[in-house]
């Protein structure tokens, strides 16, 4: 889908598909984040689902589709997890993810080996109540998304508590079922305010800067946005998440690019069709982009019918050369946009 406003200034371009739906081995069952490690890998968080869990895990793999294996397992023991929520590394190379369901953050190294997992449930300083999306600062800091109490945690690493800003509310630094998170170059903090319809600009205090967007389907509106992530040059990506869209922002927060998905057979989709032929000869005869008269604007109806759009976009993430990964839940995979 192309705007008019993308035919002046186009900030992302589409690359390539990641992924393919598998409950075990290689692929993703409703994958949620990605973190990027800095030998180039991506550790892409499942969530699974209620019927069948079996997708609450990492799957690790690269840009050029190299699979690494997957590690972690659903459940409520040492080191499980019930619902994933989203990931992030540190400059150690330590792998953390939220676990919105237990209330606690999982710490494990790249290998996978369980490090550490602490939090507790509550609403008191330093508790958590369904903690959502987590960044790391530029001094290993971790900042982590309070949803349900409608605040934003800084812990160290090892999750004694350093400070806290924002409240539940509408106004101006308040927060509505916050969910994700990010730190720009300069160290100000950005929020996807699920509620809110916005995304919300502090200072790496906690100061409120700016809010951006408002509720609606036009460009540079929002509905319950779930992702931001900000590049070097200061422009801002949000997973406009039930609009079923990417938008990019400049760094005053201007509308300035939107895609609802072009998404491609991954390596990993090609492979297994070659290997199907009664699936290819199927996929090859079907209709991908059918014309259909929806009785409702809702562009969810859309994205489940047209398989290259965002179904469910959940996260975003930039990694070390230039692209930003979409996290893209309901169809298991990743659409990776090159920037420029």
Known sequence: ???????????????R????????GRGFYYPWAVSVADDGRYFVLGRGSDSDPRGTRYTVMNFEEEYFGTFGAFGTGEGESLWNTCTAIDSAQQLYQTDESLHRIIVRNLDGDLLNTWGEHG??????????GIAVTASDELLVVDQQNGRIQKFT???KII???GESGSGDGQLNLPWGICVDSAGDIYVADWGNDRVVK?????????????????????DAPASVVVDEDGYIYVADWANQRVQVLDSNGAFVQLTRGESNDSKWAQEFLDANS????ARAGANLEPDIEFNTDDPHEASAHIEKYFWGPTHLALDNDG??????????????????
């Open 1 to 15: 889908m192309t705007t008019a406003s993308e035919t002046k200034t186009k900030r992302i371009s589409f690359n």
């Open 17 to 24: 598909t990641i992924g393919v739906a598998a409950m075990q």
């Open 123 to 132: 609403a008191g300083e330093g508790q958590l109540n369904g903690p959502a």
């Open 157 to 159: 690493g090892d999750g």
């Open 163 to 165: 400070s806290s800003f």
């Open 202 to 222: 502090f200072t790496a205090d906690g100061g409120f800067i700016a809010n951006y967007g408002s509720s609606g389907r036009g460009e540079g509106e929002f």
């Open 278 to 281: 009664e699936e290819q000869a």
């Open 323 to 340: 692209h930003l990964l979409v996290v893209d839940s309901n169809r298991h995979r990743l659409q990776v946009f090159d920037i420029s």
